[in-house]
Structure formats: C-alpha cells, structure tokens
C-alpha cells in the first residue's frame, strides 16, 4: 500500500470530486463501492433483498486476481476517454498512475496497477470495473440470459445471482473472455458457482436435501469492510 505525500493527496482530492462530478451520473445502480449515499451495507442489503424476492438459484462468486495491482494504464485511460476531453486532465491522471513508488528506499516504475493507499484510487477502480464489468453485463450479458439475473459490486468485491444454470456457466466463462480484454484474470481457486437460493432451497427440501450454506469470498470481503465501517 502506497502512502502518498501530503502535495499529492491534496491534487489527488482534487481529481476525485472533478472525476466523480463526471462519472458519478453513468455509474450504474449495481456498483456500492466509493460512491455518495452508499455503502457496503447496502452492498449486502441487495444481495440479501435479491436472494429473498427473486427467482434466486445459482450464485455466482468470482474474484478478480489481484486487481489494484492488475489495472492496466492504457485500458484505463481510454475508459476515462469516453467521457473526458480535457487532455491536460488527462496528462495529470497519466503521470499519477506512472509515478512510481518508493520501496527499502529505492524508486521502482509502475507500468500498471493503481496505488491502494492513493485517495484517487477508488474511484478509478470504479471507472475501471464500470466499463469492464457493469455496462457489459447490464446491456449485454442480460438481453442474452434466459432468466432472471443481479450483479451486485462494491469496487472490486462482486457477486452475480442467477435463476439459471445454464445462464450462470455461461457468464463464468463469458467473464473470463471479457476480463481478459481489460488485462485481468480470474482468481479459480477462489471462484465458484453456488446453488443457493429460496427456489433453490424449495427444491433441496422437496428432495430431501439440506440447504446449500453460501460462503462467498466476495460477501466475506464486502462483511470485512462493513464490519470495518461500523468499529470506525
């Protein structure tokens, strides 16, 4: 984690309420994460909300390999392209991500990756993961599924419920494709599909079967931060 100087925090600030004055409109109603009036809560609330009132079967849990350090420089300043002009602004952004850090001492380079202790960093993850992710699966992934679906997302912590399997196997091997063109990997050992659900559960007890347990990396991650939340 990166500890930037007090002079790069305060041009950091700066970019944030510029960028999020920006983007914060386009931003899609399935991302929680760094945003006005949202939080991790309502993370789980939704997921929760959609489990409970949709046709819920298959959960689909997937992490994204190492994401803040995976981020592509070039991905990410033509994401920030398609809504800002200002090449000077730009220019700026480019030479935050291309600053450099200081380990033992010594200065290394960064070609990708964004700093996870930098102010601006969170909302470039959500810029980032909203043209990769959100508006892929919400114009896309939808118009294509044969039942019902919710992503839910809180920065780079995301579950997908399902009705379908066949839709669920579908997007997991859909998403590898799609992450791979943004230079991110899937994490397989920490991915996985879920049956789970109160349909799915109906169906285990007709058949005598005990309910699934759902136990996904992603709500752990989402649970940490609002745990973290409410100690502060």
């Known amino acids: 984690m990166g500890i930037p100087a007090i002079e790069d925090k305060i041009v950091q600030m700066a970019l944030k309420k510029i960028l999020a004055a920006i983007l914060e409109v386009d931003f899609c109603e399935v991302s929680y994460g760094f945003r006005p009036n949202r939080s991790c809560h309502d993370a789980l609330d939704m997921v929760d909300t959609t489990i409970m009132s949709q046709p819920v079967n298959y959960v689909v849990d997937m992490d994204i390999a190492k994401f803040f350090d995976s981020v592509d420089h070039n991905c990410l300043m033509d994401c920030l392209k398609q809504r ?45 993961l909203h043209y990769a992710l959100d508006l892929w699966f919400e114009q896309e992934v939808k118009k294509q599924l044969s039942g019902f679906a919710q992503l839910v997302r809180y ?53 005598g079967k005990k309910c699934a347990t759902l136990t996904s990396s992603s709500l752990r991650s989402i649970a940490i931060r609002t745990e973290t939340a409410i100690l502060k």
């Open 155 to 207: 920065a780079d912590d995301f579950v997908v419920c399902f009705q379908c399997s066949s839709d669920a196997e579908a997007f997991g091997e859909a998403l590898r494709e799609r992450l791979a063109k943004f230079e991110l990997k899937i994490s397989e050992e920490k991915s996985r599909i879920i049956a789970f659900g109160r349909s799915a559960c109906q169906q285990a007890r007709k058949q």
């Open 84 to 128: 800002i002009a200002d090449t000077s602004l730009l220019r700026i952004i480019a030479r935050f991500l291309r600053s450099g850090v200081m380990e033992d001492g010594a200065y290394q380079e960064t070609d990708r990756g964004t700093p996870q202790g930098g102010v601006l960093s969170p909302v470039l993850a959500n810029i980032y």
